[in-house]
């Protein structure tokens, strides 16, 4: 079965404090993404990747950083985290390249609250 | 982007078909049309995706209009578990797309007992 797993289902930080989200898959796609959903704002891509160490912008990228050491493996990093970062964070992955009609397999999501 | 058109909200009965439309007017020959829904507290699940020709599967059907802009998820017999926020995505093929999706604000679906 099709797994997208993240670390924490809940996480509560402070205002200033580095904070790392990881998303696991094993199903060996290529392309991986992180949104935050807000309510009334909906789904908004932050950073996806198509490749290991490969990285793009997503329409919401500022405060946010990503990394990608493994394939399998895709992090979303909070330098600083501010208020306006509470939110819930939801990884997906799906297929590879060129395979533009993959289906995107998303996580259970992360819920952060930053204090 | 195409962007797409759906109702905010639908209500339906317990064991009777549903019919969520979407409209995407500005529609390009390389796009396809994605379907997800989102359970309370879950994320995003894929329903179906087509491009041209209607599409069945074990969830729902795809109904695509012949002109392509617009579109109508039918779940044909509606569940309890099937209350949840029904997204229409478009998905630009080919390029630097990687799959990448722009979900709208969706439609959320009651389902009545």
């Known amino acids: 079965d099709v797994k997208v797993t993240q670390s924490s289902r809940y996480l509560v930080k402070r205002t200033g404090e580095k904070v790392f989200l990881e998303c696991v898959q094993d199903?060996?796609?290529?392309?991986m993404f992180w949104y935050r959903q807000d309510p009334g704002l909906g789904l908004r891509l932050i950073y996806f990747s198509y490749d290991v160490k490969m990285k793009e912008k997503g329409d919401i990228p500022e405060g946010y950083s990503v990394s990608r050491e493994k394939k399998e493996r895709f992090s979303l990093i909070l330098e600083s985290a501010s208020t306006n970062q509470t939110s819930m964070y939801l990884c997906a992955s799906g297929g590879g390249r060129v395979r533009y009609t993959d289906t995107q397999y998303f996580g259970p999501g992360t819920r952060l609250t930053v204090l | 982007d195409a962007k797409t058109t759906q109702p905010n909200s639908m209500e339906s009965n317990e064991e009777e078909p549903v019919h969520l439309p979407c409209n995407h007017s500005?529609?390009?020959?390389?796009?396809?049309i994605h379907w997800y829904r989102q359970l309370p507290s879950q994320g995003p699940e894929y329903v179906i995706h087509g491009l041209t020709s209607n599409v069945n599967n074990r969830m729902a059907s795809l109904a695509i209009a012949e002109d392509r802009k617009s579109s109508t998820l039918i779940l044909h017999r509606a569940t309890l578990r099937d209350a949840a926020v029904y997204y229409c995505?478009?998905?630009?093929?080919?390029?630097?797309?990687?799959?990448?999706?722009?979900f709208g604000q969706g439609t959320i679906l009651t389902v009545h007992p």
């Open positions: 995505i478009l998905g630009r093929a080919g390029g630097t797309s990687y799959g990448k999706l722009t």
């Open positions: 199903m060996d796609h290529e392309n």
């Open positions: 500005t529609i390009s020959g390389t796009d396809y």
